[in-house]
């Protein structure tokens, strides 16, 4: 499964949209719907690895969420996970 999808610095999927057509839920007739990218905002088009894919469009995009840095999808359960590692301490007063 291939989409296009809009996420913010966080890397969390605020929109997105299938391209391939037979995937889509009226086939061909829904054209090429592309959401709009504003401040903060990024988009691009991603594979949905295998695993996720075969659950469906829906449970895939609540599962899964960008990689700023690397650009691909991961599960959400893992970016907890790096930005923990990444996080730092504030300065103590």
Aim: glycine share 8%; proline share 9%; hydrophobic share 35%.
């Amino acid at each position: 499964m291939k989409l296009h999808i809009l996420y913010d610095r966080t890397g969390r999927i605020l929109a997105a949209v299938h391209l391939d057509p037979a995937e889509r839920p009226y086939g061909e007739a829904v054209g090429e719907l592309r959401p709009v990218p504003r401040k903060g905002q990024m988009s691009g088009d991603f594979e949905v690895p295998s695993e996720y894919a075969e659950r469906g469009f829906v449970e895939a995009c609540g599962a899964l969420c960008i990689d700023p840095k690397a650009r691909k999808l991961i599960p959400i359960k893992d970016r907890s996970k790096a930005s923990a590692k990444g996080a730092r301490r504030s300065p103590k007063r």
